[in-house]
C-alpha cells in the first residue's frame, strides 16, 4: 500500500476512533454554538496526533531519536512532544515516567502517555494514547512506528500507567 494513503486511512481510523471515545461526532449536524468536530478535540492533543501520524511507517532504530535513521518508542515520544508542542521531555521511557500527572486508565485521554514493561523492568517501553482503547508507538527492532490495540492480552498484561502532559 502507497504510504500516503496508508497514513489516509491511519488518519481516518483514528478519527473513527476518537469517534469511539465520544471526541469527534460522525457526521452529525451541529447546533452553531456547539464546537466543530476537531474543536471537540483539544488542539493540543490534534497537534500531537497528527505529528505522530506523520512518523508512521519509520524504522524502529535502538536508540534512535532521528526520523531519518529510526526512532525508540522514547525518542518517538519526545520528537512528537518537541515538534507538536515545543515540550522537552527526557530521553528515555523511564524518565518520561516520572513527567507529568499520573492518571487512571479509565481516565485516558488523547494525547496521555502510556506505558508498559516490555523489558522486564518497569515503564521499560511507552507510546501516545490516542482514544478508542489505541495507541502509537515504535515497537521493537524490525518494526515500525504504528498504532495498536490496548486491548491485546500483551499489552494489558504490561501495561504499567500513564502520564498527562498536556493541560486539560
Known sequence: MHKKHL?????GAALIALSGAGLVHASEQQPVDEPSLLERYTSSA??????GFE???INYRFGGTNPDTGLDCSGFVQLVFKEAMGILLPRSARE???VGAIVDRQELKP?????FNTMRR???HVGIYLGDNRFMHAPRTGAEVRVEDMGQSYWIQRYNGA????AR
Not at 494525547?111 to 506505558?115: I, R, T
Open 163 to 166: 502520564r498527562r502532559l498536556l
Open 7 to 11: 497514513l489516509s486511512s491511519l488518519f
Open 96 to 98: 518520561q515516567s516520572e
Open 111 to 115: 494525547g496521555d502517555l502510556v506505558f
Open 46 to 51: 490534534q497537534d500531537l496526533i497528527l505529528k
Open 55 to 57: 512518523l508512521i511507517g
Open 122 to 124: 518497569a515503564f521499560s
